[in-house]
């Protein structure tokens, strides 16, 4: 029932893999251009009309425009077809119908939706989008806030924006009060106090916002505040750090570097066996940032690991977090990295949910005990290009720094989104093309929720006909709708299967018929690497015994993937090509 209902969504909500909707979206196209000029030449009537440069017709040597459009459109010709199920490389697919028109319809606007005076309409859809992915993430969509951004790297940066706004709230007043009482400074649970204590504690000392400012690392000289705090503890103050898995996306390393946090500020979390969070591990992080008076500025889980797509043990990583603040008072943010994985949360409270494994569905669950969540919905979502998301379960998670803009201050349209995003001009195609998927296939489980169990189904499928046609290939586990596997045979060194998958990939590199991709599993993956070396009784022959494990990664996140007729020609063709690539491969490591 799931797949015929996602087959259902896929032919009716998608252009189609040989352009089998062509009419209908030439008609919606169609009609919302003629709405636009409607709208535009209904504005304004009593304003004179400005003439057009004459021109005969497009097709015309002197018409420059025709010309070089049609250039750009023939040049455009020589892009990767990734609207094909043919392409399972990365996470990329062909758009929604919903998807594009809603995009499309508003950028015919162009509102921009950093103030509710360039965009009336914008930032209200905006609102309402917001809502429908919050109420899929599990958070209360009257309550939740949060905005579109230009993709999940912004809307991480966004989290550890206003992670560092709260614990740079709850250290400033710390030190205020270790310095005007004496009182010695343990800048590790000061970070981690809470909003109660901290308003508990602010109206007991008469502390004033000038004050806090004057003790703010954020909002005063950072260099002078850590020396302050060091002297106050009594012990040299290193700053914060962020807990974050070994599967994290590279935007981290770069929000160290963008807050002036530092490379060394990012703790890897270690990743167990099936390439998870090790929650053993989190827990040896914590005391050791305890011991070294280094507050945590968040722990980050991933849902939909850019790498094997592996969800977190949210579950389990929150019910530790729970205890920690029941037992010893810490407040520590909690970010969900779900820019690839949130989508998965349509599948909850359904039938489609009997796809994903209990511990999955018991992960993604507990999204919605986060502080935070990035979710792109330029990716699983099917809209186009760049649209991210950041969203929060409510207003005073939602709370960052406050910068004035006089010429965007108009009260009288409402309060704009300016004063709280880290970008300016923000698009609001994005958040219409979002509404619009909303409003018709839905973010539901007898919507989203039955299309992500279809490319789980398909990844399942793929798995189950390579496995049993080429018994050299060895699985990663996989929570999603990604594959990844290497190509080895029992007793081999690691040096000799890397090998075998590379010639395997470079083949593929050139083939017309298939685009896959590849990674290299390393240390933070020691665990997930010897299990499947286990698993063919291989060993590791780098000379550190720490050698990278060869992955040929496939992503199957193309809805056509749901219609048999696309299986019984697709998989055979694969199948048939990797056993080709497989006898090259052998071939030359025999010459």
């Not at 304003?47 to 459009?69: E, K, T």
């Not at 806030?145 to 709260?166: C, K, L, M, P």
């Not at 998927?437 to 299309?451: K, N, Q, S, V, Y």
């Not at 045979?489 to 593929?508: C, K, M, Q, Y």
Request: aromatic residues 8%; proline residues 5%.
């Amino acid at each position: 029932m799931t797949t015929d209902l996602a087959r259902e969504i896929a032919r009716t909500y998608f252009p189609g893999a040989r352009s089998e909707n062509e009419s209908r979206l030439r008609g919606e196209m169609d009609a919302t251009l003629d709405h636009w000029f409607r709208w535009r030449s209904g504005r304004f009537e009593d304003s004179a009309p400005v003439d057009p440069q004459p021109v005969a017709s497009a097709a015309r040597a002197d018409d420059r425009l025709g010309h070089r459009l049609l250039a750009l459109c023939d040049a455009m010709t020589a892009e990767t077809p990734t609207f094909s199920p043919r392409y399972i490389a990365h996470m990329k697919s062909d758009l929604s119908l919903p998807g594009l028109l809603g995009w499309f319809a508003a950028m015919l606007h162009n509102p921009n939706n950093s103030s509710r005076d360039a965009s009336r309409a914008g930032s209200v859809i905006e609102t309402e989008a917001i809502a429908a992915l919050a109420s899929m993430l599990g958070y209360d969509p009257t309550r939740a806030q949060g905005h579109f951004t230009s993709g999940g790297t912004v809307a991480n940066f966004e989290a550890v924006w206003r992670a560092r706004y709260r614990l740079d709230h709850w250290l400033s007043l710390a030190l205020h009060i270790a310095e005007t009482t004496g009182t010695r400074l343990d800048p590790f649970a000061a970070a981690h106090m809470g909003w109660a204590r901290f308003r508990e504690l602010c109206a007991a000392h008469a502390v004033s916002d000038d004050v806090l400012k004057a003790c703010s690392a954020a909002a005063s000289n950072p260099g002078d505040i850590w020396r302050r705090i060091s002297r106050a503890s009594g012990q040299d103050y290193m700053g914060p750090v962020m807990l974050v898995p070994g599967n994290r996306h590279y935007s981290w390393s770069k929000s160290a570097n963008i807050f002036g946090l530092g490379g060394e500020a990012i703790w890897s979390i270690a990743l167990d066996a099936s390439g998870r969070l090790n929650l053993a591990d989190l827990d040896r992080l914590v005391t050791r940032a305890e011991v070294d008076g280094r507050p945590i500025l968040m722990v980050v889980a991933v849902a939909g690991a850019t790498e094997t797509g592996a969800v977190d043990p949210l579950d389990r990583l929150y019910d530790r977090m729970d205890d920690w603040r029941a037992k010893r008072g810490w407040r520590i943010w909690r970010h969900v990295d779900a820019a690839y994985g949130g989508f998965l949360g349509a599948m909850l409270d359904g039938p489609s949910e009997t796809a994903l494994d209990p511990a999955t569905a018991a992960a993604l669950r507990a999204m919605r005990r986060s502080d935070s969540i990035t979710i792109d919905p330029h990716k699983l979502g099917y809209v186009p290009y760049a649209c991210g998301a950041f969203l929060t379960p409510d207003a005073e998670r939602y709370a960052v720094s406050a910068f004035d803009a006089p010429y965007l201050d108009r009260p009288e349209l409402g309060e704009g989104k300016w004063t709280s995003t880290l970008e300016g001009s923000r698009s609001a195609a994005g958040a219409a093309a979002t509404w619009l998927t909303a409003e018709t296939i839905g973010f539901a489980a007898d919507g989203f929720g039955a299309l992500m169990a279809a490319t789980l189904d398909a990844r399942q499928a793929f798995q189950a006909a390579v496995r049993g046609a080429v018994p050299e290939a060895c699985f990663l586990p996989a929570d999603s709708n990604i594959a990844c596997f290497s190509l080895a045979r029992p007793g081999e060194a690691l040096s000799r299967s890397n090998a075998r998958t590379r010639a395997v990939f470079d083949h593929f590199q050139t083939s017309p018929d298939f685009a896959v991709s590849k990674t290299t599993l390393g240390r933070d993956n020691a665990a997930l690497m010897a299990a499947v070396l286990a698993g063919h009784e291989g060993y590791d022959d780098a000379p550190d015994g720490h050698g990278g494990m060869l992955v040929i990664r496939c992503v199957f996140m193309n809805p056509y993937w749901s219609e048999p007729s696309v299986r019984q020609d697709l998989l055979p063709r694969f199948i048939k090509e990797l056993r080709q690539a497989l006898a090259d491969a052998d071939l030359a490591q025999v010459a």
